[in-house]
């Protein structure tokens, strides 16, 4: 009791440095850099699947041209990174990171593959359930969001502390990508929706 505030919240006005952010210019986007199964000569190995949706404001406006910068592990459930010593294999035609911009309804789209989980030492038999991180820039600094999409039905939730981290349940269910038969393509790949709220009270956990 004795730390708790005894005063009002002092509202503190955005300053300049809050409120303008980077200019992502589309020159800046290489034209595979949004289909991760397109960056090396061959496909790589894995479950083809396209991840789609739209970004908002705390107002529920779309918000466009915002930078979308992902990265997973391959369908082993490896990195290519120097820390990732897992014994699972390196797919040569996957590199595991892209990026693009929201259109002008907020829009984004990624073709990649789905990521294996994975284990880690945080404690004895740790997995990660199988995810994508996801950095989103909007128009400000304030806006940006780091955090990670999860699959539907994943059974390593519950076992997981980072995904566990975020107390309230509604919040966890915003996390998971929904499996959605429009965004899927015929003969092709399995289509998963994910929309992200970048502030405000339905605002996408901030998740590293
Ligand atoms: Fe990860």
Redesign the pocket.
Known sequence: MKRSPREPLVVLPHTLSEITGPIFGQDKIGENDNDLTGQHRDEPIGERIVVSGRVFDSNGRPVSNALIEI???NAAGR?RHIKDQHPAPLDPNFSGAGRTLTDEQGAYRFITIK?GA?PWFNHYNAW?PA?I?LSVFGHAFITRLVT?MYFPGDPLFAYDPIFQSIPEERARQRLIAKFDLETTQPQWAKGFKFDVVLRGPEATPFET
């Open positions: 990265w997973q592990a990195y990521p994975y990660r995810h991180h990670q």
